[in-house]
Nanobody, 121 residues
Framework: QVQLVESGGGLVQPGGSLRLSCAASGSIFSIYAMGWYRQAPGEQRELVAVITSGGSTNYADSVKGRFTISRDNAKNTVYLQMNSLKPEDTADYYC???????????????WGQGTQVTVSS
């Protein structure tokens, strides 16, 4: 059994910052890519940022230059530093990780429960 637990969401004023964390635990052999997605009310879930096990990153155009994704492989944790937040960043943010639970297993996509980020004055 694998769990992803997110933390760090909340209410912030425009221009402010938040840092999201997501820790993976359970029966983990290896973690491949880790990422953050978000879903605003009435919208489809979209990719925000992704980081590979080697540290390569990719960002949605809407967050480039403002958000930074990072990971601590020793802690099985991925972070999302969000700066210069805008009202349009308001959404539920979900952590995702590709995890193999034993040697030779095909990695499976796991999701966190989501954490709410609200940017409003």
């Amino acid at each position: 059994q694998v769990q992803l637990v997110e933390s760090g969401g909340g209410l912030v004023q425009p221009g402010g910052s938040l840092r999201l964390s997501c820790a993976a635990s359970g029966s983990i052999f290896s973690i491949y890519a880790m990422g953050w997605y978000r879903q605003a009310p009435g919208e489809q879930r979209e990719l925000v940022a992704v980081i590979t096990s080697g540290g390569s990153t990719n960002y949605a155009d809407s967050v480039k230059g403002r958000f930074t994704i990072s990971r601590d492989n020793a802690k099985n944790t991925v972070y999302l530093q969000m700066n210069s937040l805008k009202p349009e960043d308001t959404a539920d943010y979900y952590c995702n990780a590709e995890i193999a639970t034993f040697h030779g297993a095909v990695p499976y996509d796991y999701w966190g429960q989501g954490t709410q980020v609200t940017v409003s004055s």
